[in-house]
Structures are given as C-alpha cells and as structure tokens.
C-alpha cells in the first residue's frame, strides 16, 4: 500500500510508510530531495497504530511530521503507545469515538510517560516544578484573595503553572485545557506536563537543553531568568556559537568542551555532568531559595521544604561550574552570592517587613485583603520584582540586573515605602482601601491529590 500526502513547508515533506512496503511522497520540482526526510516502518507496529498514522497524516500533517523525526519513531514507538486510553479513564475522548472505536485520550501525561520514563518521572514529580499549582496556591495572594478573575487566571498565571483539568460530558473544561503548565493535574492524578519542555510531538531532548525552552516561563520582571542569561557571558557564549554545538547527545553523556562550550539552564540545573546525576528535579543543587521573599536554604522554606541538604546540593553545582573553572572561582562566586543573600534579607526585606508589620498592628494597614492598599503593593514588588532580580542577577552573574533592575531599584522602591509610612503614621488614618480591578476569583483550594 503506498500512503501519499502533501508536502509540509516547515522545514521537510516527511514520507511516511506503513507496512513492509513503504510508499514514497512525490518529490516537488520546487522541493530539493535532499530536504526530504524519511520515516520507514519496517516492524513492530499494530494495524490499528497503522491507521491513526494514516488518518493524521491527512488531518494533521504537522503532528506527524513531528513525530517522524522524532527518537520516539525511529523506535516505532508510535500514537497509540502514548494516547492509549482504558475504558474506565476519566479522559477518554468521545469525539474521536465517531471517527475510530479505539479509546485515546488527548492528555499525555508523566503517568504514562513513566512506561518507558520511569526515574525521569520519579525525579520530576517530587520537584517544584510538578508541584508548581500546590505551591501557588499555598502562597499566592493573587489567587488566594480572588484578585484576579478565571480568564486573568488560565492565560497568565495558569498557562506555565498549570491548571487541574476537568471532564465534563465526555469533554475536557475549556476553563482548563488547553494547558501543557509544568504543574497540570492530570485526569489520571499525575502532576505535570512532560510536553512543556519536550514539545509535541518531537518531544526532543535538543529542544529541552536549550535556554529558549526555560525562557517561555522564566522570564518578566519578576523572575528573569532567560535576559539574565542572555547577558551573562554563558548567555553571550551561547548566542555566539550555540548553533554549532551537538544538543542531540544521549542523557549523561553531554559533554562540555565536546559537546558545548558553555552552561545552559539544563547544564547547571539537571544535566549529568562531573559525576554529579542527570536529574528531572530541578529542586536540587540548590543552596538558596532566592525565590522567597525573605531568602532561606531550601530545607526551611515552608510552603515547599526541599528534602535536601544545601551542603550536599553546593557541592553538586560546584563541581559543575568546576568542569570549566578553577575551584577557587567557583568557591569565590559563592561567597559572592551568600553575601548579596545577607545584604538583600538585612537591608532591604527586613527592615521594610518591620514597618509594614508595624503598621498592621497598629490598624494603618487592614490585612483582610492582601494587595489592596499602595504599601502592600509597595512590599510585594520590593522582594517579587527588585529582590529577585538583585539575587537572581548576582546568582547567574548579570551585572546589569544585580545592580540597575535590582539593588538600584530596591533603594528607590524603600524610599517610596518609608515615605508613604511615614505619611500614614503622621496623619493617623489608616490607608486607601482600592477595589482592585479584575476581581472575583474564585478562592476555594483546588484538589492536588495528596501533596505535602
């Protein structure tokens, strides 16, 4: 049976064959054959895995031609391995049960990533990462007071957290899927979504090693990651020669001054190296939760205490930095970063922390709604936007944002705090009470499945 579709212009027609004889795409005058790619099925694979491939490569070309050049095909592993639904599933699609009586869901989750991915899915749902919508939920105003709305919600702060998704009628809720947010809940319990950095339906390890893939969360000015990169000299190594560097290695044997010449996210993050594991916790190696707004070790910050020793964990990302640096460098950028953490927490945080305390007791604040009144606004940016650059900037050495986006910023935003206490304690009124625009969330916990 030969099996023709049409040419797919992003970057390759992509021939797709289904049996022991395999058919060939015709060659388009305007195409050069030597862009063609091809998939060829030789073995292993049932008819009926047959049939989704033929179907989508007539409806859905784009997916297929992802999946043809993808690990994942050249190991014949194929639709039906991945989105293979039992009866009883919660998320069975019943559209699809018009076109073919075989059950799939449309969610691929960790759960069923974990067949063939087993320690990655272990390491992944005890990170931060997979528990992302929890650790919100226990710490955010936003969503805690109901100061943003469902639709504020599901595009913004759900979009990279992830939202719990919900059948209704056989369908998913539109109020929560589409979502790929690294920290989905799952129909199955499952928490997370592997596809938010290996992206369907390449699911490619190149596309996950590169800074860009962090970059779609970490970004903003609150948690910059990906500009601070980009000025760091890692960042300036990368955008230089990163195009020539090999991003398809297999896991623990990406190696620097082989494979790349500087640093990505996943390099100091999760990528094995030195001795130290590759991990898909990307909770470890950490010494600090600079994140917070007061700077803890990651053992002591409560919403989410890390189940690590931050000795053990500095070690781990010092022998990192080490496979390019002495370790006197390395050591010395430390020392560096513990003492940005110390002036960051002692002359900024706490002092400002203590005024608005201060004001609280004595009624001038009202902490009924958290983010309602000026100098509350004031505190939250002072340690979510200025304190988190400053310490992330000098963490990822961007000068830039440890200095100009984040201490020069944190002295401006005290002086505004201190002035406006000072004009609250003198005037002996207590503060503006704003209804805050865009309201109405609902503020009802979700179900996390049993999470700490």
Excluded at 167 to 195: E, L, Q, T, Y
Excluded at 318 to 342: G, I, M, N
Aim: net charge negative.
């Amino acid at each position: 049976m030969e099996l023709r579709r049409s040419e797919i212009s992003v970057v390759a027609a992509v021939v797709i064959a289904v049996g022991s004889v395999v058919g060939r795409a015709e060659q388009s005058s305007q195409l050069d054959p030597v862009q063609l790619k091809e998939y060829r099925v030789e073995r292993g694979v049932s008819q009926v895995a047959k049939g989704c491939i033929e179907c989508h490569a007539k409806e859905s070309a784009g997916i297929v031609a992802d999946w043809a050049g993808s690990r994942h095909a050249h190991a014949n592993v194929t639709c039906l391995d991945c989105h293979a639904a039992g009866p009883a599933d919660a998320d069975v699609s019943i559209g699809h049960l018009d076109y073919d009586k075989t059950r799939i869901s449309a969610i691929v989750s960790p759960k069923d990533c974990s067949r063939c991915h087993p320690s990655e899915a272990a390491e992944y749902s005890r990170s931060k990462h997979a528990n992302t919508l929890e650790l919100i939920w226990k710490i955010d105003p936003w969503l805690n007071h109901g100061l943003n709305n469902e639709i504020e919600r599901t595009t913004g702060c759900y979009a990279c957290h992830g939202t719990v998704v919900e059948v209704k009628d056989g369908k998913f809720d539109a109020n929560a899927w589409p979502n790929v947010g690294v920290g989905r809940i799952n129909p199955d319990g499952s928490k997370g979504s592997c596809s938010s950095c290996h992206t369907r339906h390449a699911f490619s390890i190149a596309e996950a090693r590169r800074p860009e893939a962090c970059g779609q969360c970490h970004l903003g000015p609150d948690h910059p990651q990906i500009e601070i990169y980009n000025e760091s000299k890692h960042g300036a190594i990368y955008h230089t020669e990163g195009d020539s560097w090999d991003w398809d290695a297999a896991p623990g044997m990406w190696t620097a001054g082989v494979d790349y010449r500087a640093p990505t996210c996943s390099v100091c993050h999760m990528s094995g190296i030195n001795g130290v594991p590759t991990t898909h916790d990307v909770t470890e190696r950490l010494a600090w939760e600079t994140q917070a707004p007061l700077t803890v070790r990651p053992g002591d910050f409560k919403p989410w205490p890390a189940h690590t020793d931050w000795k053990v964990e500095r070690e781990k990302m010092t022998k990192v930095c080490v496979v390019c640096h002495s370790r006197s460098w390395a050591e010395a950028h430390f020392t560096r970063l513990d003492a940005v953490v110390a002036n960051y927490n002692d002359t900024y945080y706490k002092p400002m922390k203590k005024l608005i305390d201060d004001l609280y007791d004595k009624k001038l604040l009202n902490k009924d709604r958290a983010l309602d009144e000026e100098l509350e606004i004031e505190m939250y940016e002072l340690w979510h936007h200025e304190g988190r650059r400053a310490r992330f900037g000098s963490a990822m050495m961007a000068p830039d944002y440890a200095w100009w986006h984040g201490f020069y910023d944190l002295k401006k935003r005290v002086m505004a705090i201190e002035e406006k206490v000072e004009k609250l304690l003198e005037s002996g009124k207590p503060a503006k009470l704003f209804d805050v625009k865009g309201s109405g969330g609902d503020t009802t916990k979700p179900d996390f499945g049993g999470g700490k």
